[in-house]
């Protein structure tokens, strides 16, 4: 999927994958969560336990080639695009830390959060990922044959 959101970055625009990538990874999320919900709450043997365990697994498989779509590639690239040179390297860093330092908090918190309860785990991180979705629309400019004078114009 990484490979095909490169080929598709220069054709539909980095901010379409963006919010495409965000839209899916919250539906797949949330997807995954009514999944363990309903699981939980259907009874032992229910009938609609593989349905359930299916659903989980195949979105849990799209999730993952949404986020190659773009999340998961597109901010470096939006990041070199947007900084200017003068502040390029402290950017870089500024950012490259708080991607670090988030991926660490998910990684020590996952355990304690699935322990608390699956469904909701996995409905933060579909309200997480929807976040994303608004903040993409509402703020990252496109960037795809812009000059970094008319990137920057678009934050004024």
């Known amino acids: 999927m990484t490979a095909i959101a490169v080929w598709l970055m220069d054709k539909a625009g980095r901010r379409l994958l963006l919010m495409v990538s965000s839209g899916g990874m919250a539906i797949c999320l949330f997807l995954v969560s009514l999944s363990f919900y309903l699981k939980a709450h259907s009874g032992v043997a229910s009938q609609y336990e593989t349905f359930f365990t299916i659903l989980a697994l195949v979105s849990l498989m799209i999730y993952i080639a949404s986020f190659s779509l773009g999340v998961g590639a597109i901010p470096w690239i939006i990041m070199s695009e947007i900084l200017p040179a003068n502040v390029k ?15 660490w908090a998910v990684t020590m918190t996952i355990n304690l959060l699935l322990q608390w309860s699956s469904a909701g785990t996995f409905m933060i991180y579909a309200i997480v990922s929807a976040l994303i979705l608004v903040f993409v629309a509402l703020c990252v400019p496109e960037t795809k044959g812009r000059t970094l004078e008319e990137i920057q114009s678009s934050f004024r």
Do not use: F, H, I
Request: aromatic share 6%.
């Open 89 to 103: 390297g402290v950017g870089g860093s500024v950012a490259t830390l708080s991607n670090w330092l988030t991926s």
